[in-house]
């Protein structure tokens, strides 16, 4: 993995850095794999963007450095490296499905954070720390309220915000059902074959559905912390689509991290 040309910069629990980890590990294309810290993470974010963000997945390239795993996908597919993933005939519908799912991405976050802020906090520092030098690890326990205040701004969690993600969540988890049931036996959301419509659906309900392949959603404190969050899903058709999905498709995960 030294060599990899490719290296991608994730935080371990990002369902974003998760559907571009699946899709490269997919794809087969080497990279190697670094998990931030938060906070620590937003130089390296913005430095590298170039787009006054700090979000993450960033993906370090021979040619540049790619921000957000929507243009993620569009240079890899610009370069030919996921055709397959990305079919030209189906290419329209698969973005669309692609964004439909994006757009829900910051609602599980905030929904799972304001369900386990206060209650499992521990658990919440052991996720943020887990790949962490120490001097990172330490400055996050002992800042931890501060920080914590702060993401609770950012992602403006509240109880009404809360309900309005789940909503959202519920619309998206009844269109994924209405697709499955609508789609004649086939588990694929478009076309006839696996493409990066059903990776990131998949990837973006993962931390509701904790699939076991999942090296942080599928761990069982993981899924302890966050019962109460993902409870109201447990039985639905969309979460049981998702499991199917990650027991599938999902394979090794090949960027060299030790998790």
């Not at 720390?129 to 950012?154: E, V």
């Not at 109201?232 to 049981?240: G, I, L, N, Y």
Request: glycine share 6%; charged share 20%.
């Amino acid at each position: 993995m030294a060599t990899a040309p490719y290296k991608l910069l994730t935080f371990a629990m990002s369902h974003y850095s998760e559907k571009i980890r699946w899709t490269l590990d997919h794809a087969n294309i080497p990279y190697q794999e670094e998990c931030l810290t938060p906070v620590f993470h937003m130089g390296p974010a913005l430095r590298l963007g170039g787009r006054g963000k700090t979000t993450l997945p960033v993906l370090q390239t021979p040619v540049e450095s790619v921000q957000d795993s929507a243009r993620i996908l569009t240079w890899l597919n610009d370069h030919g490296q996921i055709t397959s993933l990305m079919p030209p005939e189906h290419l329209a519908e698969v973005r669309a499905v692609e964004q439909r799912f994006n757009d829900i991405g910051k609602d599980v976050a905030r929904l799972l954070y304001a369900k386990s802020f206060g209650k499992a906090d521990a658990h919440i520092m052991e996720l943020w720390t887990d790949h962490a030098p120490a001097w990172q690890a330490r400055i996050i326990r002992l800042a931890y309220p501060l920080i914590r205040m702060g993401f609770k701004q950012k992602l403006r969690i509240n109880e009404a915000s809360a309900l309005q993600a789940q909503a959202r969540i519920d619309l998206a988890m009844h269109w994924l059902e209405d697709r499955i049931a609508h789609g004649h036996g086939r588990r694929e959301l478009v076309g006839k074959q696996f493409t990066v419509a059903d990776i990131t659906a998949a990837s973006l309900l993962a931390p509701i559905a904790c699939p076991p392949q999942h090296p942080v959603y599928g761990d069982p404190e993981y899924r302890k912390a966050m019962a109460e969050a993902t409870a109201p899903w447990k039985d639905r058709p969309a979460v049981a689509w998702v499991l199917a999905t990650y027991e599938q498709h999902r394979g090794t995960l090949k960027g060299g991290v030790s998790w």
